[in-house]
């Protein structure tokens, strides 16, 4: 897993990559707050609103990132996008409407929907051997998983001195200290060339997605942890702050949960993938999500209530597992099948459809929440994920092929 680490240049867009997803998870907390805050007993419609804000953005604006990036290069527009990202969160404490609440986090995840898919294709350019960059993916996932569970903590401990407001301020010290971190490193150009119509450009990477059958069960498989997933993002706050009865600080302990699941799952991918195969390890962890998330319901209704925040804490360890397992391996994925020069295509193109699922299930889960109940609603989460899987399991049967040669790879590339 550490081999990544000898590219000088590997380590230092990590460690920009960790202080920023530091300063992202503060400011996630900090959002959940906020809507409970301007909302209160209606913060799960609102924080369903603003993630939907978030997911729409992506859609949108994800594909534009190979094409501004091939224009002003991928290290301009990472620290342009960073320097962007923390003026908006140095700005949210002082917001006091939803209206204002929302154009600012609209700007604010345009800029990520630009930065996360041009950070994705950089890294295969700097990390070259196929090991060491399974290696990479496995770090960059610990490094989500690290955030999961530093960032509720942090926030934990910075919440017994200070209002939720601070954490913003804490997330653009992290954009800040990301930019800086880019700015010290050199990323490669890739090689001058004649560029396809812009309308093409924009919609290259999706058609591929669409084409290949591995890529098409990738999007299903983002489907289904859009839709579990959702249930962590949106409902945490107002499940343990409302139906649970609990504080801010069990809040972040309940998310640090996750956090700690999602994190030894990423420590355990390079051994077991290396045992069981990449698709057999993600599916497992999939499944997982699946058949524990209806406990959710009984849970929450039959738990003693001295009791129910513990036991939820153990049920999101348990999603943790599954869903880094889930995810991490994807880049894996797309570089085993994808060409180099298609890389960045493919990347954003996955960046913004897997988003497009979560634009779905975020208000699904906000508004099922306020309406039916957190229960019922993480039961019709979990059937839809379970459908999504049948689906992913067909387009990437057991039997696909492996990594294509160099020869297949061309004719990805020219196809």
């Known amino acids: 897993m550490f081999l990544a680490l000898r590219y000088p240049t590997f380590r230092r867009l990590f460690a920009a990559h960790i202080v920023a997803l530091v300063g992202t998870g503060l400011a996630t907390i900090a959002i959940g707050f906020l809507a409970f805050d301007l909302a209160g007993g209606e913060a799960s419609a609102v924080l369903g609103t603003i993630m939907a804000i978030k997911m729409c953005t992506y859609l949108v604006v994800g594909p534009l990132a190979p094409v501004i990036a091939a224009r002003i290069g991928a290290r301009r527009l990472l620290i342009g996008t960073d320097i962007l990202r923390c003026g908006v969160a140095a700005a949210l404490p002082f917001i006091d409407g939803l209206a204002q609440a929302y154009a600012l986090i609209f700007v604010l995840q345009a800029a990520s929907a630009l930065f996360t898919p041009t950070f994705q294709a950089a890294i295969p350019t700097v990390v070259t051997d196929r090991n060491a960059y399974t290696g990479a993916l496995a770090l960059s996932r610990l490094a989500y998983d690290l955030e999961t569970l530093a960032s509720p903590a942090l926030a934990g401990l910075l919440l017994l001195a200070m209002p939720s407001s601070a954490l913003f301020f804490g997330t653009a010290v992290g954009f800040a200290a990301s930019a800086t971190l880019i700015l010290s490193v050199a990323l490669p150009r890739p090689p001058a060339e004649e560029r396809p119509p812009f309308r093409q450009q924009l919609t290259r990477g999706s058609r591929m997605m669409f084409r290949m059958p591995i890529l098409r069960g990738i999007l299903l ?27 801010e600080p069990q809040s972040a302990s309940v998310l640090a949960a996750f956090g700690l699941g999602c994190m030894t799952s990423a420590v355990l991918m390079p051994t077991l993938i290396a045992r069981v195969g990449v698709r057999r390890y993600m599916v497992s962890g999939l499944t997982l999500m699946i058949v524990i998330t209806p406990a959710l319901w009984p849970l929450i209704a039959l738990t003693p209530e001295s009791w129910a ?83 992913a399991l067909r387009s990437w049967p057991s039997c696909s092929r492996g990594p294509v040669n160099n020869v297949e790879r061309t004719e990805v590339h020219h196809g």
Request: aromatic letters at 8%; zero cysteines.
């Open 309 to 391: 925040i513990p036991a939820v804490s153990v049920l999101w360890f348990a999603l943790g597992l599954g869903y880094s397992a889930t995810l991490a391996p994807m880049g894996r994925v797309i570089r085993d099948h994808i060409s180099d020069h298609d890389l960045p295509d493919v990347f954003a193109a996955q960046f913004s459809l897997a988003h497009g699922w979560w634009l779905i299930t975020y208000p699904l889960a906000g508004w099922g929440g306020t309406i039916i109940g957190i229960g019922p609603i993480s039961l019709v989460l979990a059937i839809i994920a379970a459908a999504a899987l049948v689906g």
């Open 221 to 247: 498989l983002h489907l289904a942890l859009a839709a579990v997933g959702a249930i962590i993002q949106v409902l945490t706050v107002p499940m343990v702050r409302g139906e649970l009865g609990g504080s």
